[in-house]
T-cell receptor
Framework: GESVGLHLPTLSVQEGDNSIINCAYS??????FIWYKQESGKGPQFIID?????DKRQGQRVTVLLNKTVKHLSLQIAATQPGDSAVYFC????????????FGSGTRLQVQP | DTGVSQDPRHKITKRGQNVTFRCDPI?????LYWYRQTLGQGPEFLTY????????KSRLLSDRFSAERPKGSFSTLEIQRTEQGDSAMYLC??????????????FGPGTRLTVL
């Protein structure tokens, strides 16, 4: 398949380790955030979201942390598996504002078996 | 499959030709979005429909681009007089919501356009 991003920051981890992917968002007015996973040749896949009235949200093997003070978002993946290898994007939105999502630059996660 | 579908998945065309892409959203979703993604970048917003009304267009959407959603279901994106700079992945997304809801968008697999 074709690469989603050829010059993205890359995080390489061993299978079974925990992964932390970071994102700095741009708009202090944003109040809704989503992490997407994109595999080569595919569209972005929703992973987890968080609203600005929360600073942490957990899903299955994933946790998103939000620090509004420094406009920082992180995605933690527990017990990383080879199937987690992909490019990860954060996206932001403003409730009641424009409907389009604004995506950050992605991070490529490579899981070594 | 009840997800967002797009057709074709790949399109190769010569510069100056017109192309049209189709998106079928998740059936109960009233909102539909088009994004463009180039290598190494996140998706960039192009335009948005609520039902059949086109409510927002990005400045990225030049006069050569037009999108429609005539019956509030599927949508088409046409690019006229294609240029090499139009080469990208064109992504469609849909969501269901009202003004009081957040904007969880589900993406299709995309159409990869290559302009020679």
């Amino acid at each position: 398949g074709e690469s989603v991003g050829l010059h993205l920051p890359t995080l390489s981890v061993q299978e079974g380790d925990n992964s932390i992917i970071n994102c700095a968002y741009s708009n202090s007015a944003s109040d809704y955030f989503i992490w997407y996973k994109q595999e080569s040749g595919k569209g972005p896949q929703f992973i987890i979201d968080i609203r600005s009235n929360m600073d942490k949200r957990q899903g299955q093997r994933v946790t998103v942390l939000l620090n509004k003070t420094v406009k920082h978002l992180s995605l933690q993946i527990a017990a990383t598996q080879p199937g987690d290898s992909a490019v990860y994007f954060c996206a932001e939105n403003i409730f009641g504002g424009r409907r389009a999502l604004t995506f950050g630059s992605g991070t490529r996660l490579q899981v070594q078996p | 499959d009840t997800g967002v579908s797009q057709d074709p998945r790949h399109k190769i065309t010569k510069r100056g030709q017109n192309v049209t892409f189709r998106c079928d959203p998740i059936s109960e979703h009233n909102r539909l979005y088009w994004y463009r993604q180039t290598l190494g970048q996140g998706p960039e917003f192009l335009t948005y429909f609520q039902n059949e009304a086109q409510l927002e267009k990005s400045r990225l959407l030049s006069d050569r681009f037009s999108a429609e959603r005539p019956k509030g279901s599927f949508s088409t994106l046409e690019i006229q007089r294609t240029e090499q700079g139009d080469s990208a992945m064109y992504l469609c997304a849909s969501s269901q919501g009202t003004s009081a809801s957040y904007n969880e968008q589900f993406f299709g697999p995309g159409t990869r356009l290559t302009v020679l």
